[in-house]
């Protein structure tokens, strides 16, 4: 059986059965490894992808729910780490251990895909769930609030 999706705006057919976690697709059968398995549940984050541009768990999320679909991973940012989110991670020294970062960089951005001028309590919400084992939690609002203001225009 086979799947087609785009991911990261490149059509794919994915031969693995529809039960498999996405993840499993993006990482061996697509060779994208930004996408970090955490704890397999869906419950940390660090697995988190957009789907048609609303942030998943990719670990607890088969295939199937995939199919005609638009993923988007953490490489589709930006390569260069020209990204405003990317930018400001990196302005913010948000990565610690950095295993939870893709995740976290996916959340943000479907967040400011939304809300372009985001509240601490919005960050707080679209953020919830993203677990980060350093407790950079502060220099993630930080980023985003920094990330939003370029994308607005607007200084920092």
């Not at 990565?95 to 919005?122: E, H, I, R, T």
């Amino acid at each position: 059986m086979t799947t087609s999706l785009k991911v990261n705006g490149k059509a794919v057919t994915a031969k693995s059965e529809p039960d498999t976690p996405l993840l499993w697709v993006i990482r061996d059968e697509v060779g994208l490894t930004g996408t970090k398995f955490g704890c397999g549940a869906g419950l940390c984050g660090a697995c988190t992808v957009l789907l048609d541009g609303q942030p998943i768990r990719s670990c607890s999320t088969p295939l199937s729910r995939t199919a005609g679909k638009l993923v988007s991973t953490v490489e589709s940012l930006s390569a260069n780490n020209s990204h405003a989110l990317q930018k400001a991670w990196i302005k913010h020294d948000v990565p610690q251990c950095g295993y939870c970062q893709s995740g976290q960089l996916m959340s943000a951005s479907a967040l400011l895909a939304s809300n372009k001028n985001p509240s601490d309590a919005d960050i707080d919400n679209a953020m919830s769930g993203n677990i980060c084992r350093c407790g950079t939690y502060v220099r993630v609002r930080a980023a985003i609030k920094t990330a939003a203001a370029e994308m607005r225009g607007a200084k920092a």
